[in-house]
C-alpha cells in the first residue's frame, strides 16, 4: 500500500515537473534593451553607415543622399551628408551630420544666409536665440558623391550650443586660393528613433 502510495506522489511531482518546463519552453524570452541605432538592429537603419545614393525620411519629409563628407580631425572622425528633398521645399542647403563624442549624435542642418554673421564671439544670438561656442579647430576630410567641392581638402569649423538642443555651426572650406568665407547652418539635435534609413542597395 505504502509503495503504490509513494509511487503516485512521485508520479504527480513528475508530471507537474514536466508541465512547469513545457510551460517556460513555449513563453517568449525577455529581450534585452537595445541600441536603437545598432547596425541591422532596428528597421530605422544606421546613421552611420549613410552613403550617397542613400534615402532618409525624417518628420514626413523624404530626403536623398547627394553626397557625404568624411572628417578626421587628429584620431576622432564625423560624417555630413548633403541632403536634396524629394518631396519638400527645395533652394534651401541641408545635410546630416553623424558623430560619436561617445554617444550618437545626429544633427539635421539647414543653411543661414547672413554674410555679416562669423564665429568672432564666443557668445551669439541668432534669431533671438543666443548660442555659446563649444569647439573650434581644422579637419581634413575626403569627399564622396557630390558635394560641390574637391574629392579631399581641409576645413575650419567653429561650433555653438543653443538650448533646447539647438546648434549653430560655421564651416569654411581651405584650398588653392587661401579660406573661404564662413558658412552659417543652424541645427537641431534628430532624436532617436524618428530618422528612418532607405539604403540604396549599392555597397
Known sequence: ?????????????????LALRNRQETQSPALPPADPFAPGGDTAGDPRALKAGDMVEYLGERLFVRGSLRLTEGGFTWSEHFLDAMDGPAGTRRWLSVEEDPDLEVILWTEHEDDTLTPSDKSLTVDGVTYRRTEHGMATYRSEGTTGLDTQG?????????????????????GGQGR????????????????VIYPSGDE
Request: no cysteine; proline share 4%; charged share 20%.
Open 1 to 17: 500500500m505504502y509503495v503504490v502510495i509513494a509511487l503516485l506522489v512521485v508520479a504527480v511531482a513528475v508530471l507537474a515537473w
Open 154 to 174: 581641409q576645413v575650419e569649423y567653429a561650433d555653438y550650443e543653443g538650448p533646447g538642443d539647438r546648434s549653430l555651426a560655421f564651416e569654411r572650406f581651405v
Open 180 to 195: 573661404g568665407k564662413w558658412e552659417a547652418s543652424l541645427g537641431e539635435r534628430v532624436p532617436n528613433g524618428t530618422l
